[in-house]
Each structure stands twice: as structure tokens, then as C-alpha cells.
């Protein structure tokens, strides 16, 4: 499915995220402002990198299930934020509504929040492009789920410099392995696994 999803004939393992958010109604630290991941993976070369996201449990919006910006991945960006420099949940979440609402209004679009109500096991997948979050979960139960982080076949390294001239350094440029040119190697079996290979 992910194949299909982002039209390629293998998909290799980026990472995963093994997610936790309590019961706590007036918690705002659990809630995830709107961001898109293909800010934090701008070493990557692949528009097509995408998520699945596995909840342990039936989630829907009490207890804070991840939450989609439909159309939001067919956007051209504008006004962006150098976001690699400061991770999203550091930053003010109004002026994260303010950027979504202005991307949504230069693409002549609209912000159209549709919450993922999933069946305990069952998956999501949207794309590195699109906008996405999720608000506190007000259940009386946690809420935890898996997300695994998927890259395409043409996904490889590139130089990726942020605002103040600095190199972007990512998680896994300090796992994986070096190409013969001391690059990070993003096909890393080791680290980076082929997941399925095949035709779509």
C-alpha cells in the first residue's frame, strides 16, 4: 500500500516514533501544532516519503487522535519558516495556525481539519507534504500508537544548510553508514531496511 501510495517499487524503512499521550485534558505540552515532516527530513532528496501511523487502540477526537489538513499536501508552500531550526512544539502555536491559514489562502484553498478516527490495529497513511497534528487527549485513557516513517527508492542524502548558514545534521546521518563520497547513506540495510520491492 505505501508503495502504491507514493508510486514507487520499494519502500526502505526512515525511522519510527513510538508515540505516548496521557490522559491530561489541560496538558498543553501533548499537543502537536501543525507541521509538515518534510521540514525535518530537508536531507532528504524524496518528495514522496510518507507515514504510517498505527494506533494501539480505537482513537478518535477525545483523546487526541492525529488530525489531517486535506489537500495540503498538493500545496505550493509559501512564506515558510525555517522550521529545521527550531522543533514544532517549541514554537508559538498561533503563528503555526497563522502560517497554515496563509498556505491554505495563497493556494486558494481552505483549511479543512479532518480527524483520523481509527479502529484499534488499523493504519493511516499521509504524506511527508501534508499538514498535520493533534490536539490533548481529554479520555480517561493514554493514547499511544507507532508511526513508521517511510522513504522511497530515489530518497538519498543532500546537503541541506538552515537559516544562520549552519548544516542540517538528522537523526539518522549518525546511524547509518557512509558512502564512499563520506555521505549518509539513506539505503543503509542495517538501519534503513528494504520493507517490500516489487511491482505496483
Same mark, same amino acid.
Given at each position: 500500500?505505501?508503495?502504491?501510495?507514493?508510486?514507487?517499487?520499494?519502500?526502505?524503512?526512515?525511522?519510527?516514533?513510538?508515540?505516548?499521550?496521557? %490522559?491530561?485534558?489541560?496538558?498543553?505540552?501533548?499537543?502537536? %501544532?501543525?507541521?509538515?515532516?518534510?521540514?525535518?527530513?530537508?536531507?532528504?532528496?524524496?518528495? =514522496?516519503?510518507?507515514?504510517?501511523?498505527?494506533?494501539?487502540?480505537?482513537? @478518535?477526537?477525545?483523546?487526541?487522535?492525529?488530525?489531517?489538513? @486535506? &489537500?495540503?499536501?498538493?500545496?505550493?508552500? *509559501?512564506?515558510?519558516?525555517?522550521?529545521?531550526?527550531?522543533?514544532?512544539? =517549541?514554537?508559538?502555536? =498561533?503563528?503555526?495556525?497563522?502560517?497554515?491559514?496563509?498556505?491554505?489562502?495563497?493556494?486558494?484553498?481552505?483549511?479543512?481539519?479532518?480527524?483520523?478516527?481509527?479502529?484499534?490495529?488499523?493504519?493511516?497513511?499521509?504524506?511527508?507534504?501534508?499538514?498535520?497534528?493533534? &490536539?490533548?487527549?481529554?479520555?480517561?485513557? %493514554?493514547?499511544?500508537?507507532?508511526?513508521?516513517?517511510?522513504?522511497?527508492?530515489?530518497?538519498?542524502?543532500?546537503?541541506?544548510?538552515?537559516?544562520?548558514?549552519?548544516?542540517?545534521?538528522?537523526?539518522?546521518?549518525?546511524? *547509518?553508514?557512509?558512502?564512499?563520497? &563520506?555521505? %549518509?547513506?539513506?539505503?543503509?540495510?542495517?538501519?534503513?531496511?528494504?520493507?517490500?520491492?516489487?511491482? *505496483?
Amino acid at each position: 500500500m505505501a508503495a502504491r501510495l507514493a508510486a514507487t517499487d520499494q519502500i526502505r524503512l526512515w525511522n519510527t516514533t513510538l508515540i505516548y499521550k496521557p %490522559p491530561r485534558a489541560d496538558d498543553t505540552t501533548s499537543i502537536i %501544532p501543525w507541521h509538515m515532516d518534510r521540514h525535518y527530513w530537508s536531507t532528504c532528496t524524496s518528495d =514522496d516519503m510518507l507515514t504510517a501511523w498505527i494506533p494501539f487502540h480505537d482513537c @478518535d477526537e477525545e483523546i487526541g487522535t492525529i488530525t489531517m489538513v @486535506d &489537500g495540503s499536501n498538493r500545496w505550493t508552500e *509559501v512564506g515558510a519558516m525555517d522550521s529545521t531550526t527550531q522543533h514544532f512544539k =517549541d514554537r508559538d502555536r =498561533d503563528e503555526l495556525d497563522a502560517m497554515l491559514n496563509a498556505n491554505a489562502k495563497a493556494n486558494g484553498d481552505s483549511v479543512r481539519k479532518i480527524p483520523m478516527l481509527i479502529a484499534k490495529g488499523h493504519m493511516s497513511f499521509h504524506s511527508c507534504l501534508t499538514y498535520h497534528g493533534s &490536539g490533548s487527549n481529554r479520555s480517561p485513557r %493514554p493514547r499511544q500508537a507507532i508511526s513508521f516513517h517511510l522513504q522511497d527508492r530515489t530518497n538519498r542524502w543532500r546537503p541541506f544548510h538552515l537559516a544562520d548558514g549552519n548544516p542540517l545534521t538528522y537523526n539518522n546521518d549518525v546511524l *547509518v553508514r557512509q558512502t564512499p563520497e &563520506g555521505h %549518509p547513506d539513506y539505503a543503509d540495510p542495517t538501519f534503513c531496511p528494504v520493507l517490500w520491492e516489487g511491482v *505496483v
